[in-house]
C-alpha cells in the first residue's frame, strides 16, 4: 500500500512535454480483509503499478547491446522492461557476423501484444532496420500512446558494422523525432541525421543538437564518446533553452560495448520513475561511468570491444552502489560554499548569489551559512534547492543535519568538531552525500570507515574566510589525497589566481575546488564563477595533452 502511494506521488510530478500523451491509468482499489488469522490483499485489479519501459530493439546474441542490454539496464534501475525484437543478430566482441530481420508484420504484432496491454510508461527505440518498422511504431504510439519516447537512433554498431541504411533517415527525420521526447545521437549519427554536416568538436555538436531540436525531439542529446583529444566524455544536452555540457571521466577500458543502448535505456527508465529529462539523463551518465569503472578489467569473449557488467549493484555494498548512483564525484569541479557576511555586504540574496555561481558554472553548492536563525535558514535552503534541482546541481547544508532534512537537500558538508560521518549517515539514509572535512591521512582513512561520500580537504592557502584554519600547503593536499580512496576537494584561499597549481597535482582523485570568497566576496559571483571555471578547465585540459 505504501509502495502504490509512493508511485501515486512519482506519477503526479509534471510531464508538461508529453501530458497529450498521457495514457490515463484505470484506477485501482485495494481493501485489506482479515480473515480470522490471516491477512490477504484483495483488488478488483493489479495495486501496484510497476515503473515500465518498452524496448523496440535488435537482440544482440552476445548481450552487450540490443534488447539484452535494455532488459539489464532496467532492471539494473529497478525498472520493469519489455521487448519488441525487430531483428536477431549474430554477433560477439569480435564484431556482427549476420542479422536476421523480423518480419514487418511481426513486429506490429509483438507492439500491439505489449501495448494493448501492459501500461507502458516509456518507449525506448534502439534498432530499427527498414521505414516501415518506423511507420508502424509510430501508428502504435499514436493509437497507444505512452508517456515518453526515447529514440537512440541506431545505425552503425560499435565494431563498425551497418545495422540500418541510410533509408532509415527519413523515417527518423519525419516521423519519430517530432515525436521524441529525446532523441540520443552518438556524432556519427547527428551527423547523418543532418545529412552528413561535420560533427567534430563541442562547437559542432552544440551546433547540431540545435538543428536536431529544430526537427521536432523536445530535448537532444549529442554524445561526444567518440571526440578526439577529449579529456572527458563530454555530451551535450539541449532542451530547446539551455545548452549542459555533461562531462565524466574517461576510463581507459576496452568493455565499452553497449554503453549507446544503455544509456537510453537507463534515461527511459529514470523517465518511467518520475525524473525530469535532464536528472535522467545525468543518472544515466553517472550509471555508464559506474558500470564502466566496476567493468574496466573484466574479460569476456576475445575481441577487440568487451561488454560491461549492468548488475554490479547485485554484487557490490548496498550503499555503496546506491551512493554512485546519486554522487558523481566529478560534481567536485567547481565547488561553491555561501557565505551570508558576503552576501550581505553585497547586498544580496542567497538564492540569488547561488543562482549565479551556478549560471557561472559551479557544479556543486554548499550552505555555509554560521550566523542566521534557523527559521531564515531554512527558507533560504528551499529556495536554494529549487534552483539547484531546476539546474541538476546538487546542495549541501554546512554542519546542519536538521536543515538538510527538512529541506530534503542532497546531503551534508561535515568538520571534524561535528557529528560523526557514521552517524550521521544513520540519520540521513543510504542515498543522501556526506562530505567530511580531513587535514590528515588518518582523519581520510577513517571518513572512508565510516560511509563518507567524499573528502574536503584544506586549507590548501591560507584564508581569512575560516579563523584559525591551519594551511596544510600543496604537500599537505598531496598526503590526503595519497591515503584516501574517496574523492577529494581542495579548499582555503583558492581562487582565480592559484587554483591552477592545485589541478596541476593531477592527482587522480583530487576532483575539483571548493571557493567562499573568490566567488563570494565579489560584486559580480557571475563573472568570478565563469572566470574560475575558465581557468580549471584551461588546467584540466593542459594536463589532459
Ligand atoms: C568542501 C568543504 N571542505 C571543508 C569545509 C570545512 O568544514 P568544517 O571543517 O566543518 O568547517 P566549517 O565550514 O563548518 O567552518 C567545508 N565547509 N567545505
Ligand atoms: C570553510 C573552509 N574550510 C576550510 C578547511 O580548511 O577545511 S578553509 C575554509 C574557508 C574557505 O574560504 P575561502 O575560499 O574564502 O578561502
Ligand atoms: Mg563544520
Known amino acids: 500500500m505504501a509502495y502504490a502511494q509512493v508511485l501515486s506521488g512519482i506519477y503526479s510530478i509534471s510531464f508538461s512535454q508529453v501530458e497529450s500523451g498521457i495514457n490515463h491509468k484505470k484506477q485501482t482499489q485495494v481493501c485489506m480483509e482479515m480473515h480470522k488469522d490471516k491477512y490477504s ?29 535494455d532488459l539489464k539496464a532496467c532492471a539494473a534501475r529497478g525498472v520493469y522492461c519489455s521487448t519488441v525484437i525487430t531483428a536477431v543478430t549474430a554477433q560477439n566482441t569480435v564484431g556482427v557476423q549476420g542479422v ?27 534498432m530499427l532496420p527498414s521505414v516501415t518498422v518506423v511507420n508502424i511504431l509510430h501508428q502504435n504510439l499514436r493509437e497507444f500512446p505512452v508517456r515518453a519516447l526515447v529514440v537512440d537512433p541506431v545505425m552503425v554498431s560499435t565494431s563498425g558494422d551497418v545495422l540500418a541504411g541510410p533509408s532509415i533517415l527519413t523515417g527518423f527525420r519525419e516521423e519519430l523525432l517530432p515525436m521524441a521526447d529525446i532523441v540520443t545521437p552518438n556524432l556519427k549519427e547527428a551527423s547523418a541525421l543532418l545529412g552528413g554536416l561535420k560533427v567534430e568538436t563541442i562547437s559542432d555538436m552544440r551546433s547540431a543538437a540545435k538543428l536536431l531540436h529544430d526537427m521536432g525531439p523536445r530535448n537532444v542529446l549529442v554524445k561526444g564518446g567518440d571526440l578526439p583529444d577529449s579529456l572527458d566524455a563530454v555530451d551535450i544536452f539541449f532542451d530547446g533553452e539551455d545548452f549542459y555540457e555533461l562531462r565524466s571521466s574517461r576510463l581507459k577500458t576496452h568493455n565499452t ?9 537507463c534515461i527511459a ?19 555508464i561511468e559506474t558500470a564502466l569503472d566496476y567493468s574496466k578489467d573484466i574479460v569476456i569473449g576475445n575481441g577487440p570491444q568487451g561488454p560491461f557488467d549492468h548488475l554490479l549493484r547485485l554484487k557490490r555494498n548496498i550503499r555503496k552502489s546506491y551512493g554512485q548512483d546519486r554522487f558523481n564525484p566529478n560534481d567536485l569541479f567547481l565547488y561553491a560554499v555561501t557565505d551570508s557576511g558576503m552576501n550581505r555586504k553585497w547586498d544580496r540574496s542567497i538564492s ?68 560523526p560521518a557514521h552517524v550521521a549517515r544513520t540519520l540521513l539514509g543510504p542515498e543522501k552525500i556526506i562530505g567530511i572535512s580531513c587535514k590528515t591521512p588518518e582523519q581520510a582513512q577513517q571518513a572512508w570507515t565510516d560511509g563518507a561520500d567524499y ?52 592527482m587522480p582523485n583530487l576532483k575539483g575546488v571548493a571557493v567562499v570568497s573568490a566567488l563570494f566576496d565579489k560584486e559580480c559571483v557571475l563573472t568570478e564563477t565563469r572566470k574560475l571555471h575558465a581557468v580549471l578547465v584551461e588546467t584540466a585540459a593542459t594536463i589532459a595533452k
Open 41 to 69: 490483499i484483495s483488488s478488483e485489479h493489479s495495486t501496484m503499478k510497476i515503473p515500465h519501459v518498452l524496448s523496440v530493439a535488435g537482440s544482440d546474441s552476445g548481450a552487450g547491446a540490443g534488447i539484452q542490454a
Open 100 to 126: 536476421d530481420i523480423v518480419s514487418d508484420d511481426f513486429v506490429a504484432k509483438q507492439l500491439r501484444s505489449v501495448l494493448s496491454d501492459m501500461q507502458v510508461d516509456v518507449v525506448k527505440t534502439g
Open 257 to 265: 560495448h553497449g554503453t549507446g543502448c544503455t544509456l537510453a535505456s
Open 269 to 287: 527508465a529514470e523517465l518511467a520513475k518520475g525524473s525530469s529529462m535532464l536528472l535522467a539523463v545525468k543518472a544515466a551518465k553517472c550509471f
Open 352 to 419: 540569488d548569489a547561488v543562482k549565479a555561481a551556478i549560471e557561472g558554472g559551479a557544479t556543486i553548492v554548499q550552505l555555509r551559512e554560521k550566523d542566521i536563525e534557523t527559521r531564515d535558514f531554512l527558507e533560504a535552503a528551499k529556495s536554494c534547492l529549487e534552483i539547484c534541482r531546476h539546474h541538476g546541481v546538487p546542495l549541501l547544508i554546512n554542519d546542519r543535519i536538521d536543515i538538510a532534512l527538512a529541506c530534503d537537500a542532497d546531503g551534508v558538508h561535515l568538520g571534524q568538531s561535528d557529528m
Open 455 to 506: 573528502i574536503g580537504c584544506g586549507g590548501v592557502y591560507p584564508t581569512n574566510t575560516k579563523a584559525n584554519n591551519p594551511t596544510l600547503g600543496l604537500d599537505g593536499l598531496k598526503s590526503v589525497c595519497s591515503s584516501s580512496k574517496l574523492p577529494v576537494v581542495a579548499i582555503g584561499g583558492i581562487g582565480i589566481s592559484n587554483a591552477g597549481p592545485v589541478m596541476a597535482m593531477d
